[in-house]
C-alpha cells in the first residue's frame, strides 16, 4: 500500500507528458466513453485542426507583457491589500440574501464605490482634457476685419464699407462705470471666478441635451473665447472645448487683460465692435465720456443687440428699458453705483436714430444703403455676419445713368434756391430708373446722406395723383365693368365712352356716391374743362379726370387696387376704397411707380425691383434668391395702356424725341397740389420723378408745391426725367 502511494506521489511530480502522448491520452478517453456509451469511436478531429492565429490583443499583450512586468510586480502588494475590499464593492445581482424587489438596491458600499469611481474617472478625463487643450494661435475672421465691396454693374468698384472700425481702447482709459455696468449684465463674479462657471455650464448642457435648446450661462471670459476663438456653434462639443480653453486662458491672461479684449471685441451691433465703436454709434461720443446710465443700455446690448438696439421697434424699446434698469439696480447691489446717484437716472438715455454707418455724403451711400438691405434680405445673411465683412456685392447700379440722373436734381434744386429760396427749403425729390426686367438702374435718394438718412427714392410719403390713372385703365381693359348689381362684366376696349365733362357725379349700380359727410362725390379735371363723350384711349392721353374716377367704380375697386399691386404696388401704400383711389391716393415709393410702368414696357410680367446680381464672399459664390418675373396682366391689356401713354407724351412732348422713339409716359398731379410726377419708359428703361414739399422739423404733412415743381406744375419732374433718360430713340 505505501508503495502504492509512493508511485502516485512520484506521478504526481513527473513533469507533464508531451503533445503526443497528451493527444494519445485524449482519444484513448474518448474510445472509452464511446464505448460506454453504446456510440461508435469517432478520428480525433482536433489533432488534424489547424491552430488559429492568436488575436490582436494576444499579440499586444505579449509585447506589453515584458515592459510591463517590473510594474506589476511592485504593485502586486498594494492589489493583493486592495482585493477583499474590492470584491466587497463588486456589485452582485440579484443580492443573495434579499427577496423582492430588494434584491436589486444595490448596498451603500456599491453605491459609494460606484459614486466614487464616476468622480475619479471624470476627473481623470478632466485633466487630460485640460491637458490636451491648447489655446489657438489665431484669431477668428472679425479680428482681422475685410471691408465689403460694392461694385457698379459693370464690374468697377463702387463703395467700399468698413463696418469694423475697431479702435482698441486700453483698459485704463475705459471708466469704471462702463466697465461694472458690463460686468454688472454678464459676469459679476469675474474677478473671483476660474473662467467658468460650474453652474451656468449645467443649465446650458441640461437645455441643450434635456430640452433641445441652448441657454446661455457663460462668463466674460467664456464668451471672449467663443467670439476671438471659436465658432458660434450651440453644440455640446463647442461648449466643451469653450470651457477647457476659458480655465486655461483664465490661468495665463491676467483677469484686466480678459476684460480689455472682451470690451475691444464683442459685438454690439450697428456694425460696431468693440465698446469705443459702440458709444460712438450709439451716442456719438468717445467711450470715455459715457455715463453710467448710457453704460447700462450699452451694455444690454451684449444680450443681444438686435433685441435690444429700441430704435427698431417699440418691443425693442421696452425690452431695452426693462434691462437698463435692471443693470443699473444690479450695479447698486454689487456696490459699484451710489443709491444716489442711481436716484438721478430716471429717464431712459435714447441713443441715436442712426448710426454714422456711411460717411463720404455722397450719392453711393444711398445705393449701398439698398443694395446692403437687398442682400441681407435674398442672401439670408445675418446683420452679423454681413457686418464681419468679406462679401463683394455686384450691384444693378449703372455708372452713367446714375450720374446723369444725380445731376438732373442737382440741377432742379439749385435752380429752386435761386427762384424760391425759402420754398426750397422744404423740397424733397425723389426718382429710379427700372429695367422691365426688374434691374434698378439708378435712384436719387436725398442731398447728404448724413443729413438726411432716408432715401427718398424709396419714401412712400405723396399720393401718386393722376400719374396712377393708367392702372385703372388697365384694370377696365382686364377686368371688364358692371353698371348693374350682379351683371354680368361688360367688356371694355380702348375705344369704350365715357362722359368726360367736369364735376359730374360719381354713380354705383344702385345711383349716386355719398360720402361719410353727406355730400355727393364729383370728380374735376384739370382747368374744369368739359369733354364730352370720350374714349377711354383719348381719356388716358388726355388725364381726364373724370372719366377714370367713374371708369374704377365701375371696374371695381378691389379689381383697380389688385391690378396695381400686381403691377408692383405695394399692399401697405393703399388707403380707404373709395372713389378718389382711381385719381391716385394710393402712395407709392417713385421705385415702386417705375416698377408698376416697366410692367406695361414688359408686356405685363412684373419682376420684383432688385439691386443686386450676384454675391460673393473671399471669392466663393453666395447663394442669392433672384425675383423671377411673373404675370400681372395679358399682353394685349398692357400693350393698349403703353400705346395709350405714347399719345399721351407725344401730345404733350412732341419734339423732344424723334417719331421713331418708343417712349411712353404720363406726369400726374394731384388736387390739393402736394406732388408733381413724371413717369415714362423708352427702351426697355422705366423712370419716376416726384417732387413734393415737406417740413421735416414740423410734421410729414405734404405742404403745398406753390411753383417749386415749375409753372405748369409737372415742369421740373419733367426736365429731370428728360435729362435722365436722354437721349430718346
Given at each position: ?529 368739359d369733354w364730352g363723350q370720350i374714349s377711354l384711349r383719348t381719356a388716358l392721353a388726355q388725364s381726364v379726370n373724370t372719366t377714370f374716377m367713374q371708369l374704377g367704380m365701375d371696374t371695381g375697386l378691389p379689381n383697380v387696387r389688385k391690378t396695381a399691386e400686381a403691377a408692383g404696388f405695394l399692399p401697405s401704400s393703399f388707403g380707404r376704397q373709395v372713389p378718389e383711389l382711381s385719381l391716385g391716393s394710393a402712395t407709392p415709393s417713385a421705385l415702386r411707380m417705375a416698377t408698376g410702368y416697366a410692367t406695361f414696357d414688359a408686356d405685363g410680367k412684373h419682376t420684383e425691383p432688385y ?119
Open positions: 500500500m505505501q508503495l502504492k502511494v509512493d508511485s502516485l506521489r512520484a506521478d504526481a511530480k513527473a513533469p507533464p507528458p508531451a503533445d503526443e502522448t497528451m493527444q494519445l491520452k485524449v482519444d484513448s478517453l474518448r474510445a472509452e466513453h464511446a464505448s460506454k456509451s453504446g456510440m461508435p469511436d469517432l478520428p480525433a478531429r482536433s489533432a488534424r485542426r489547424r491552430k488559429a492565429p492568436p488575436s490582436v490583443l494576444v499579440r499586444i499583450a505579449a509585447v506589453l507583457r515584458p515592459l510591463l512586468a517590473p510594474a506589476a510586480a511592485r504593485l502586486a502588494p498594494l492589489v493583493e491589500g486592495v482585493t477583499p475590499y474590492a470584491r466587497k464593492l463588486r456589485p452582485l445581482y440579484p443580492r443573495p440574501g434579499r427577496t423582492g424587489w430588494r434584491r436589486w438596491i444595490p448596498s451603500w458600499r456599491q453605491s459609494l464605490g460606484a459614486v466614487l469611481s464616476s468622480l475619479g474617472l471624470t476627473s481623470l478625463l478632466l485633466t487630460i482634457a485640460y491637458a490636451a487643450t491648447d489655446i489657438p494661435d489665431n484669431l477668428n475672421t472679425y479680428a482681422t476685419q475685410q471691408d465689403n465691396v460694392f461694385f457698379w454693374s459693370d464690374g468697377t468698384p463702387m463703395a467700399r464699407t468698413g463696418w469694423v472700425q475697431r479702435q482698441e481702447m486700453p483698459l485704463k482709459d475705459i471708466p469704471d462705470d462702463v466697465r461694472w455696468a458690463v460686468l454688472a449684465a454678464e459676469n459679476a463674479s469675474f474677478y473671483s471666478d476660474p473662467g467658468i462657471s460650474v453652474s451656468g455650464i449645467g443649465r446650458a448642457l441640461w437645455r441643450t441635451v434635456g430640452e433641445g435648446d441652448t441657454q446661455g450661462g457663460s462668463t466674460i471670459t467664456q464668451q471672449y473665447v467663443k467670439n476671438v476663438y471659436l465658432s458660434q456653434d450651440r453644440s455640446v462639443g463647442r461648449k466643451f472645448t469653450e470651457a477647457m480653453i476659458a480655465l486655461k486662458l483664465d490661468n495665463k491672461m491676467s483677469k484686466d487683460k480678459i476684460l480689455e479684449n472682451y470690451l475691444n471685441t464683442s459685438w454690439f451691433g450697428r456694425g460696431t465692435y468693440g465698446i469705443q465703436r459702440a458709444a460712438q454709434a450709439y451716442y456719438g461720443k468717445d467711450v470715455r465720456q459715457l455715463n453710467a446710465s448710457e453704460a447700462a443700455f450699452l451694455a444690454s446690448l451684449l444680450k443681444g443687440a438686435g433685441l435690444y438696439d429700441p430704435v427698431l421697434s417699440q418691443e425693442n424699446h421696452d425690452r431695452a428699458v426693462e434691462r437698463w434698469e435692471w443693470i443699473l439696480d444690479r450695479m447698486v447691489d454689487l456696490g459699484k453705483l451710489s443709491p444716489t446717484e442711481r436716484a438721478t437716472y430716471k429717464s431712459f438715455p435714447e441713443p441715436l436714430k442712426q448710426s454714422r454707418t456711411y460717411d463720404t455724403g455722397k450719392q453711393s451711400d444711398y445705393l449701398v444703403e439698398l443694395a446692403t438691405q437687398y442682400a441681407k434680405k435674398t442672401a439670408h445673411i445675418s446683420d452679423k455676419e454681413f457686418d464681419l465683412g468679406g462679401y463683394q456685392i455686384y450691384t444693378t447700379f449703372d455708372r452713367t445713368r446714375e450720374a446723369e440722373l444725380t445731376a438732373a436734381v442737382t440741377k432742379a434744386r439749385k435752380e429752386a434756391k435761386r427762384n424760391s429760396p425759402a420754398r426750397a427749403k422744404t423740397a424733397h425729390y425723389g426718382a429710379a430708373s427700372v429695367t422691365a426686367d426688374g434691374r434698378i438702374l439708378a435712384i436719387y435718394g436725398g442731398p447728404d446722406h448724413r443729413i438726411q438718412g432716408f432715401n427718398e427714392s424709396n419714401a412712400t410719403t405723396v399720393p401718386a395723383g393722376t400719374a396712377f390713372v393708367p392702372f385703372v385703365y388697365a384694370a377696365a381693359l382686364e377686368h371688364g365693368v358692371t353698371k348693374t348689381r350682379d351683371g354680368i362684366a361688360a367688356p371694355v376696349t380702348p375705344d369704350t365712352v365715357y362722359n368726360g365733362d367736369n364735376a359730374i357725379a360719381v354713380t354705383t349700380p344702385e345711383g349716386p356716391y355719398w360720402d361719410r359727410s353727406g355730400k355727393q362725390v364729383k370728380a374735376r379735371n384739370d382747368g374744369e374743362k439691386s443686386v446680381n450676384r454675391i460673393t464672399r473671399n471669392g466663393s459664390k453666395v447663394a442669392l434668391d433672384r425675383p423671377q418675373p411673373r404675370t400681372a396682366m395679358s399682353g394685349e391689356t398692357a400693350r393698349a395702356v403703353t400705346e395709350g401713354l405714347t399719345e399721351s407724351y407725344r401730345l404733350a412732348h412732341d419734339t423732344d424725341a424723334p417719331g421713331t422713339a418708343t417712349v411712353a409716359g404720363k406726369a400726374g398731379t394731384t388736387q390739393d397740389d402736394t406732388a408733381a410726377w413724371y413717369v415714362g419708359t423708352n427702351k426697355s428703361v422705366s423712370t419716376a420723378v416726384v417732387v413734393y414739399r415737406i417740413d421735416l422739423t414740423k410734421s410729414l404733412e405734404p405742404l403745398p408745391l406753390k411753383g417749386v415743381a415749375g409753372p405748369n406744375a409737372t415742369d421740373v419732374p419733367y426736365d429731370i426725367w428728360f435729362r435722365a433718360m436722354s437721349p430718346l430713340g
